[in-house]
C-alpha cells in the first residue's frame, strides 16, 4: 500500500517551455500532497504544500507564478514548471500523506533538465 | 520555523560494525521524526518512524531513540551490510493540523559499508 507515482521520469525541454509533472496516490486518498527540489548530493528542499481543493502554500523564496501547484482530487496533483530555464533543471520529487497520518510517500522523482 | 540538523554528513563503517546517525530539531511542537534511505536515483524510504511519545523504537537492525528534552533523535544501525549503503535523512514533522504537517528534513548522511 501508500504507492505514490510520478510522471513523466525525467524530461528534456527547451529553455522557455513550460512543463508539467504529475504526481498520483495510487492507492490511497492524498489529502496533502509536498513538492520538493533535490540537487545532487543534498537534501529535500521543500517549494511547497499542496492541499486538495485548496490554493498551495509556498516557501519563502520559491516563485508561485513559476512553480504552479494544482491539487484538483485527493489523488492528483501537478507541478507546471513555466517558461523554463537552465536553472531550474533538478530533481523534483512530490510526496503525499492521508488525512490525519504524519508519514509522507514519495514518488520516485522526475528529473529536469532545461536546454 | 523548525530547523534540523544532522551529523554526520558522511559515514564509512566496516560490514557487520554499527552505524550512528544523529539529528537535532529546534521546534518542540515537532512531534513526529521519520527516517528515510535514498539510493542513488531513487525515491526516499520510510525506514523507521518515532512519534514525540516514544523514547525507542526497533525494527530488526535498525533502531531509533528519541530524547525529546534535548530535541535529539538518532537512528542506530547495527550490523551493517553493503546494501545498507545510501543516504539517509532524517525529519522533524508537525501535527498534521498544524503547519500543514509538514516535515523538516536533515542535510543527510551518507552512509558506506565496506565488504
Known amino acids: 500500500g501508500a504507492v505514490v507515482s510520478q510522471h513523466p521520469s525525467w524530461v528534456i525541454c527547451k529553455s522557455g517551455t513550460s512543463v508539467k509533472i504529475e504526481c498520483r496516490s495510487l492507492d490511497f486518498q492524498a489529502t496533502t500532497m509536498f513538492w520538493y527540489r533535490q540537487f545532487p548530493k543534498q537534501s529535500l528542499m521543500l517549494m511547497a504544500t499542496?492541499?486538495?481543493?485548496?490554493?498551495?502554500?509556498?516557501e519563502q523564496g520559491v516563485e508561485k507564478d513559476k512553480f504552479l501547484i494544482n491539487h484538483a482530487s485527493l489523488t492528483l496533483s501537478t507541478l507546471t514548471v513555466t517558461s523554463a530555464h537552465p536553472e531550474d533543471s533538478s530533481f523534483y520529487i512530490c510526496?503525499?500523506?492521508?488525512?490525519?497520518?504524519?508519514?509522507?510517500?514519495f514518488g520516485p522523482g522526475t528529473r529536469l533538465l532545461v536546454l | 520555523g523548525e530547523n534540523v540538523e544532522q551529523h554526520p554528513s558522511t559515514l564509512s563503517v566496516q560490514e557487520g560494525d554499527s552505524a550512528v546517525i544523529k539529528c537535532t530539531y529546534s521546534?518542540?511542537?515537532?512531534?513526529?521524526f521519520p527516517w528515510y534511505k535514498q539510493e542513488l536515483g531513487k525515491r526516499p524510504q520510510l525506514i523507521i518512524d518515532i512519534r514525540s511519545n516514544v523514547g525507542e523504537k526497533k525494527d530488526q537492525r535498525i533502531a531509533v531513540t528519541l530524547n525529546k528534552t534535548a530535541k535529539h533523535f538518532s537512528l542506530h544501525i547495527t550490523e551493517t551490510q553493503p546494501e545498507d549503503s545510501a543516504v539517509y535523512f532524517c525529519a522533524a514533522s508537525s501535527p498534521p493540523d498544524t503547519n500543514a504537517g509538514k516535515s523538516t528534513f536533515g542535510d543527510g548522511t551518507t552512509l558506506t559499508v565496506k565488504p
Open positions: 521546534d518542540s511542537a515537532s512531534n513526529y
Open positions: 510526496s503525499a500523506e492521508s488525512l490525519g497520518k504524519e508519514t509522507q510517500y
Open positions: 499542496s492541499n486538495e481543493g485548496s490554493k498551495a502554500t509556498y
